[in-house]
């Protein structure tokens, strides 16, 4: 049962938008002939285990400033539901980073200062984004930081273990793939607007409101394909790039249903984003890999 309770805890339904984004900055370096595979190892266990961070502290901490309450309309919650309690959950969060920062230690050995310093940075951003006084998340400031982290640090910093640069291709990819990351927290948000509103966590769809929120998941979305493609055609990325765009009318029909329901039915559009983002990634890979 408990081994049950902490894999629900660590919800692995989110876990390939952590894999996606260093499947691409891999992809970037075996294009350009610089791929090495423990790097690219360590940064996917890296890349998983602060996501796992991410989702065991904003466990604990959106339930201590009682954003999660009676009636909660997303999964199920451990701390909430009692099945763990805060203390655990806080031990957790630290063994998770500590075994991450491992992982980071090799990486630093391999590309340098440059590693340490986004490797912390994604470390504090795990804990920033529920815990502490100004929390990311209550501030409104979730989806940039989304967008940083799950785009640019995320893509970009693989590839740079890799290669000890970044190419432009990783530049174009990672603004369209951290476009659609993003989309999956403003599904979240949208579902919980309610709930958060009350709870005072400020989250910019509470900030927002409903329509310009679905107009802002329509807008990443359109991002996430018209980027990789604004690469291509200034001759910064090759023409595989461009296979991303076979994920469009999934990307489009889930707009559409964005726009159209609410509350519990979120639910779905949540999963299917996520899915977008996976589909994003293996293509953006495969036409990198292809394209060489």
């Known amino acids: 049962m408990k081994l049950k309770v902490w894999w629900s805890a660590l919800r692995p339904a989110t ?12 992809a970037c370096a075996f294009a350009l002939g610089g791929f090495h595979a423990p790097v690219a190892l360590a940064c996917l266990a890296g890349a998983l285990l602060l996501q796992i961070a991410a989702n065991f502290a ?16 997303g999964p199920p919650r451990a701390v909430q539901q009692g099945w763990l309690t805060p203390a655990q959950m806080k031990r957790a969060v630290a063994l998770v980073l500590l075994l991450a920062f491992l992982c980071g230690l090799y990486l630093v050995r391999v590309a340098g200062f440059p590693i340490l310093v986004l490797g ?14 100004w929390p990311l998340a209550y501030l409104g400031l979730g989806d940039l930081f989304v967008w940083i982290f799950f785009g640019f640090v995320a893509v970009c910093g ?8 970044v190419p432009p291709v990783a530049w174009w990819s990672a603004l ?6 993003t989309a999956i927290l403003v599904v979240n948000n949208l579902r919980d607007i309610e709930g958060d509103a009350r709870a005072g966590k400020r989250t910019l769809a509470v900030r927002l409101g409903r329509r310009a929120s679905i107009a802002e998941y329509a807008l990443l979305a359109g991002i996430s394909f018209l980027a ?4 291509w055609a200034m001759g ?15 990307s489009l029909w889930r707009i559409v249903r964005v726009a159209r329901d609410s509350g519990l039915a979120l639910n779905r559009s949540l999963a299917g984003t996520g899915r977008i983002v996976a589909l994003q990634g293996l293509l ?6 292809v394209a060489r």
């Open 158 to 165: 693989t590839a740079f273990a890799h290669l000890l640069r």
């Open 120 to 133: 912390l940075a994604s470390m504090l951003a795990s804990l920033a984004y529920t815990a502490g006084p």
């Open 58 to 73: 904003n466990d604990v901490y959106d339930f201590e400033k009682g954003a999660d309450r009676e009636g909660r309309l």
């Open 228 to 231: 990789p493609t604004l690469g």
């Open 176 to 181: 369209g793939l951290g476009a659609q990351a």
């Open 15 to 26: 876990l390939p938008a952590a894999a996606a984004p260093v499947a691409v900055g891999s």
């Open 284 to 289: 953006l890979s495969l036409g990198l890999i």
């Open 236 to 250: 910064q990325a090759p023409w595989g790039i461009l296979l991303v765009w076979l994920a469009a009318p999934l």
